[in-house]
């Protein structure tokens, strides 16, 4: 028998490795391929609609008839139904109306060149063609610097500047030019007109729709990174498994704290790229609310600034003890749950239409932040400068400098060994030392130990103040899109309150939503 040779046998290892993980490569792949459409359905819609889009422009390749008519110029077709052929109906409105408005003006006026060239003679024709790419070229780009141009037409104006030259430059050596232009533009309309149908009237995507239902999504996100945060932060486990469980869900990027606000911080490009398609689609074409939305997102990104400094009080090295934090335990829970069950309210008039009434839940919210800060003030020792503890901060420099003038001292010592006063004048002075040291340690440790928790009590009064932005802002876009009035017959959110019971890390307190 034959024996196998190291060399082979490595090889026959490594094949069967490679085997091992082409099959591990396909499930991968099919389970990102699954993830991707069961996320979003309308991938899958979308796909097939631009599968079925260029299936239709081919045929004018395809059938003989069609092709006659058009040309080799059909292949314009498919080239528009690539580019223009957007996930949303406003963003393929955006793309095909621009394409075919500036193939149409830059073959108007590349015909208008065209006859004026044509009365001159051979060399003042390619003089005058050359000025005229110089001067279109210079004045286009120039125009897209406008921030109104370059905001709703830069597509646009990059199609007219690039067919004008085409046509143009183009005309100078080839006498057919202008014919093949027209079927140039034939074949780009009719791919244009496709891709609008599709997007139209079959399962239409709509921009406004995503625009408005992100907007939602932000509210409930920035609500459940706040209730989360504030779970956590007064967990009655031990201190160490937490800190241990937030830098793991750090690492692995899967903190509910962190997936909250992220999309938040974000959503400034998507927003401003919805608003733009959504203006020119039909069903928003007299509406300005997408402003509003913009808008809108530009204060919750600064409420959500917030809540991420919030988030950072739970991984501070300095540790608040919990006998602290049950000091405001109660205060601090009621008061994220106000503000929860408002971002909550907020996010359901949106996602319904309906104008928001502040007075359903802002008179709670002020109670709330009242009561934390009473009780704030119940322990001044925690976070006031009190006279015993200016006294005990001067000292503290005082026995630095004598100290220092210690060492002196003792170094004078070694000269000097037999007077016993100095001697016994320094242990006393190393005595008052460690004394008034070990109060100054104790008292300063327990003023450091708070101050984190001054810190995450300030941002929850800064949440509050930010909130009052943020209603602000859903008031005004609930004018200016015109919701539905706010009836009291409407369902809201109901929390149960019960203020004399214990605070709990998975049900916090709060008012109704009705009282």
């Not at 709509?206 to 504030?230: M, Q, R, Y």
Request: hydrophobic residues 40%; glycine residues 6%.
């Amino acid at each position: 028998m034959e024996v196998m040779s190291g060399k082979n046998l490595w090889c026959c290892l490594n094949n069967g490795d490679v085997v091992e993980k082409m099959k591990r490569l396909g499930r991968l792949t099919c389970r990102k391929i699954w993830k991707v459409g069961k996320e979003d359905k309308r991938r899958v819609i979308h796909s097939l609609k631009v599968g079925i889009s260029l299936s239709l422009v081919s045929l004018l390749y395809l059938m003989e008839p069609l092709f006659k008519g058009i040309g080799e110029n059909a292949i314009w077709a498919v080239m528009t139904v690539v580019v223009v052929l957007e996930f949303t109906t406003g963003a393929t409105l955006y793309k095909g109306l621009n394409r075919g408005l500036g193939t149409l003006l830059a073959g108007l006026l590349a015909f208008l060149i065209e006859r004026i060239a044509n009365e001159s003679g051979h060399i003042f024709h390619a003089a005058f063609i050359g000025t005229a790419v110089f001067l279109v070229g210079a004045m286009t780009t120039y125009m897209r610097f406008f921030s109104h141009i370059k905001k709703n037409y830069d597509y646009g104006v990059v199609i007219f500047l690039l067919t004008f030259n085409l046509i143009t430059v183009s005309s100078y050596r080839v006498d057919s030019v202008l014919k093949i232009a027209h079927e140039r533009f034939y074949t780009i309309a009719i791919g244009c007109g496709i891709c609008l149908l599709m997007s139209l009237f079959i399962f239409p995507i709509w921009s406004g729709e995503d625009l408005h239902l992100s907007t939602v999504a932000k509210f409930d996100g920035l609500a459940k990174s706040i209730e989360v945060c504030i779970n956590e932060y007064f967990s009655d486990d031990n201190i160490n498994q937490q800190e241990e469980k937030v830098r793991e869900n750090s690492m692995e990027m899967e903190d509910p704290i962190y997936k909250g606000y992220k999309d938040v911080l974000d959503s400034k490009s998507s927003d401003e790229t919805l608003a733009l398609y959504a203006s020119w689609e039909p069903r928003y074409l007299r509406s300005s609310s997408w402003q509003q939305y913009v808008k809108l997102g530009t204060v919750l990104r600064h409420f959500g600034y917030t809540i991420v400094a919030l988030h950072g009080s739970l991984q501070t090295e300095i540790k608040t003890p919990q006998s602290v934090r049950v000091l405001f335990k109660d205060p601090c829970i009621r008061l994220a749950r106000e503000v929860t069950k408002t971002l909550k309210e907020l996010s359901d008039s949106i996602r319904n239409r309906r104008k928001y009434c502040p007075e359903i839940s802002s008179n709670h919210v002020h109670e709330a932040l009242q009561d934390l800060i009473d009780a704030l003030k119940l322990q001044p020792r925690l976070f006031l400068s009190t006279n015993s503890n200016t006294n005990i901060l001067l000292a503290l420099a005082t026995l630095a400098t004598r100290q220092k003038s210690g060492k002196d001292f003792v170094a004078s010592l070694s000269s000097v060994n037999n007077d016993n006063s100095d001697r016994l004048g320094l242990s006393h002075d190393k005595k008052s030392l460690r004394a008034t040291l070990s109060k100054i340690g104790m008292t300063s440790l327990e003023f450091l130990e708070a101050l984190p928790f001054a810190a995450f009590a300030s941002l929850l009064v800064e949440i509050v103040a930010r909130l009052d932005l943020v209603i602000e802002q859903v008031v005004e876009l609930g004018r200016v899109a015109q919701f539905k009035e706010y009836s009291h017959d409407d369902v809201v959110i109901n929390v149960s309150c019960d203020n004399n019971s214990r605070v709990g890390s998975e049900f916090l307190p709060s008012h109704s939503a009705t009282d």
